[in-house]
């Protein structure tokens, strides 16, 4: 079972970004169906170096998300599986749930975990440590490493722009230092920040969670890549020499930007959200340009240097295929159009009408070209 570390460490010098992508648990059994289904074309299109599954906020989807872990696994993903100190009890009990969580991810041949403190659970406004409990990430790593020495492969989130704790309104901006403006966001009129000493104190301990055993750190989504570029610096001064891979919220939908963006306090440059208020109202374009600067994004992290591109897929596939068909990444589609999905063929753009169990299908095109059928290598997904 390979760690993530060791494959990221196998990346040849002046090659491309690795590929990773992240799912969430969904909350239906027809919703786990069609994720099953995302990620095998997924695997098949673009073939991750690893796929992460999250551990719902408040412990929620415990037990979904160690079945989704073993799937990613059975079907040759290999799984990062996230787990929260949220609801899980330290101690000497063998039946305690981390314990009894990390045994079963053992046992289904998930060895890689992204150890983390949690969201708070639906409905509370702070997150509150479970009696006796684990009190933030670096007590999971501890419990990981003293308990299962080095038999995890160990990730751990960092913030470029500051954790959302460790971000504050700033009353007077003037009084704020370069550093400080860089990472600044706008909310309502006010701004915001991660002043210097917090920010200290945030890699200070983010320095501690390497330093107790984690392999590397999965950023959160930011959106100003100079933001990004200096975390990876300042990583480096404080002795964190770890791969640092850029965790990239697709922008897929205005509504869901908006709430992302408020609810992180995440930096979000003037152009881009003068951009997206300017297209709001048209999805189809929110999506385009979502492509768009997802491609520009990766150019300037290709840039700098990143070993891997983690792309936060929300379940959903266009907009990084979009995304990595623009970098000229080789995405494989012809097989996993679905009825329905737009296709090109030697007759022109189609739309699929079926799918027999070979791949071949029945394609319908406008105007005079009828319907025909075509082998699966005949025809290719439009994105
Ligand atoms: C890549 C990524 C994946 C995520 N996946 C999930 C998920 O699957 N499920 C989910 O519920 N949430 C997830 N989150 C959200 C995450 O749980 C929250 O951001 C949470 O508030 C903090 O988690 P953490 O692991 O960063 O916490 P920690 O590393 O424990 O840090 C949290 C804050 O507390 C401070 N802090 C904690 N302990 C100390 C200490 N001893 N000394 C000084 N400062 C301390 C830190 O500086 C930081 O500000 C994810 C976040 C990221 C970036």
């Not at 891997?308 to 379940?315: A, C, G, P, R, S």
Request: glycine share 10%.
């Amino acid at each position: 079972m390979s760690k993530i570390i060791d494959l990221i460490k196998a990346k040849e010098e002046g090659s491309k970004p690795f590929i990773s992508i992240e799912f969430f648990p969904p909350r239906t059994a027809d919703g786990v169906k069609n994720l099953y289904a995302r990620m095998d074309r997924m695997k098949e299109s673009i073939n991750p170096l690893f796929s992460d599954v999250t551990w719902g906020a408040g412990g929620s989807t415990a037990e979904l998300t160690l079945d989704i872990a073993e799937q990613l696994s059975t079907t040759g993903h290999v799984a990062n599986m996230h787990m929260t100190c949220t609801n899980l009890e330290k101690g000497g009990d063998p039946k305690a749930a981390v314990r009894g969580a990390l045994e079963t991810a053992k046992k289904n041949g998930i060895n890689n975990i992204v150890a983390l403190r949690g969201d708070p659970a639906a409905g509370q406004e702070e997150w509150k440590a479970a009696d006796g409990g684990f009190t933030c990430a670096l007590d999971l790593v501890e419990y990981m490493t003293e308990n299962f020495g080095s038999e995890f492969g160990i990730s751990v989130a960092g913030y470029p722009e500051g954790h959302p704790n460790a971000i504050s309104e700033v009353e007077d901006p003037s009084s704020m230092s370069e550093a400080e403006k860089a990472r600044s966001s706008m909310e309502g009129g006010k701004v915001y920040t991660c002043r210097d000493a917090d920010y200290k104190k945030e890699m200070d301990y983010l320095k501690k969670k390497i330093d107790a055993g984690a392999d590397f750190i999965i950023t959160q989504m930011f959106f100003d890549t100079k933001v990004f570029g200096t975390f990876v610096k300042d990583c480096k001064t404080w002795g964190i020499n770890c791969p640092v891979v850029p965790g990239l919220m697709c922008i897929n939908a205005y509504a869901g930007f908006v709430k992302m963006t408020g609810f992180c306090k995440t930096r979000v440059p003037a152009e881009l959200r003068a951009k997206m208020d300017s297209i709001k109202d048209d999805p189809d374009a929110v999506k385009a340009f979502g492509i768009e600067f997802g491609i520009q994004m990766c150019q300037d992290l290709t840039e700098i240097g990143v070993e891997v591109l983690h792309f936060y897929t929300l379940n959903l596939e266009k907009t990084t295929y979009g995304i990595l068909k623009g970098l000229g990444y080789e995405v494989k589609g012809s097989a996993w159009a679905r009825v329905g999905d737009q296709v090109k063929t030697a007759n022109g753009v189609g739309v699929v009408k079926s799918i027999e169990s070979d791949g071949s299908a029945s394609i319908e095109f406008e105007g005079e070209t009828p319907t025909a059928t075509f082998k699966k290598e005949e025809y290719s997904k439009v994105f």
